[in-house]
């Protein structure tokens, strides 16, 4: 994984640890955002993947990463930002 100084800030002022942004690039769902980028988020499926991969109780004590999401260059793969969704705001599918 490779991010940029941005990203970096980013994930240590919300918290969000590298086993997130891993499991996001892993299992994660994705969407282009219209601006040459990818936004990986966790849907249903991805987390149902990930309680049978790592077990229901690691899934529940991570529950408050579900709504993580980050956002990667479409072209070099390189992690622009991350943060989470909050009063439920909805990724935008293109």
């Not at 499926?45 to 790592?54: C, D, E, H, Q, R």
Request: charged fraction near 25%; proline fraction near 2%; include cysteine.
């Amino acid at each position: 994984m490779i991010y940029t100084k941005h990203a970096s800030v980013r994930a240590q002022q919300r918290g969000i640890p590298p086993l997130i942004s891993e499991w996001l690039l892993e299992f994660g769902d994705s969407a282009y955002d219209g601006h040459g980028a990818i936004i990986r988020y966790f849907n249903k499926k991805s987390l149902k993947f990930i309680a049978g991969t790592v077990g229901k109780d690691v899934l529940r004590r991570l529950s408050e990463f579900k709504r993580c999401y980050l956002v990667q260059s479409a072209t070099d793969g390189e992690i622009i930002s991350v943060g989470k969704r909050y009063n439920n705001q909805r990724i935008n599918r293109k």
